[in-house]
């Protein structure tokens, strides 16, 4: 074996990259399809399906509170991931700005994301 | 002898370290027959136009992997690849990318030697066991878990397609990560925490964006691209659960 190895803690990310690439797969299309195209437009679900009291509702739900953090914060996760490595693939090196600016925009949406969650109240 | 033949241009990246400062093309007129391999077109130019054409090969059969070169920009073996398929256009002959160049179409492999070597590519046993003992014994199935991965021959051809072990040559890569993985799955090897602590550093699977171009080309359909994504989730349930681990998992 090779002197010297470093443990890499890439799997921290590779797996919040995993979580939301897998729920993005399975929810992005729904949810773009809801929010953006059946709601609005009254197309098979009625027009006031996420009206604000209807929506609160559901954020001040213990389960609705997990299903808006999981969208949110690992599809953002997903997303870092994902662009830190194509910056890479297409030949900017990117360094440490670039992973804090990636990375660090994720966290700090999960941070504000479980703040205003959690201030919606129960 | 050449009454018959047709004449394709073969387009060779050159490069003498000796003299050139930098590699350079030079083009072939060279006369085919339909049965002839990009291997034999090679050939056929350092037996009448430039004896000092360099290039490996051995089998001239897709079995011993040394002949692989970039063919019009495609990592092939040369052997099983046909003049007749590009005909009439031209074919651009390189060395393998991502390795330094010797001289001509040679690469430098002493990198991925260095990582063979590396990944303890030997069954080593779970326990010792006497020769009274006799021999071990493998269910099909057991023997199916790896059995696919044992079909690398060492052409290297999935280093010259994989795109992050361009941009990072110290990545171990998916040809010894695969064979990594066929001694791993292996029911008579017990190395597998040991060879983790390669899995997971930071020149270990976490290198791979699962591009998968490695499998695409790979001529004995190991299927790298698989070896090296299962051991991600190894690597990453390591990670996690080695605290938890009876052994504590490796360093």
Redesign the interface.
Known sequence: MKPGLKRSNAPIFWSLFGAGGMLSALFGPALVFITGIAVPFGFILPADAMSYPKMLAFAQNFIGKGFILAVIALFLWFAAHRIFHSLHEVGIHAGVGAKLICYGSAFVATVISVVVLLGLGF | MTENLKIIEIEVLRYNPESDREPHLEVYKVPFSDDMSVLQGAQYIKDNFDGSLTFRWSCRMAICGSCGMMINGIPKLSCETFLRDYYPNRIRLEAMHHFPIEKDLVVDLSGFIEKLE?I?PYIIPKEPRSLEQGEYLQSPKQFSDYIQFTSCINCTLCYAAC?QFG?NPDFIGPGAIALLHRYNMDSRDGAAA??M??V?????V?HC?AVGYCSEVCPKHVDPANAVNIN?TN??RD??LRFLSPKGGS?
């Open positions: 590396s303890q795109p941009l040991e060879r602590e390669l997971a550093s930071e020149e270990g976490f964006s991600k690597a990453a990670y996690f360093k």
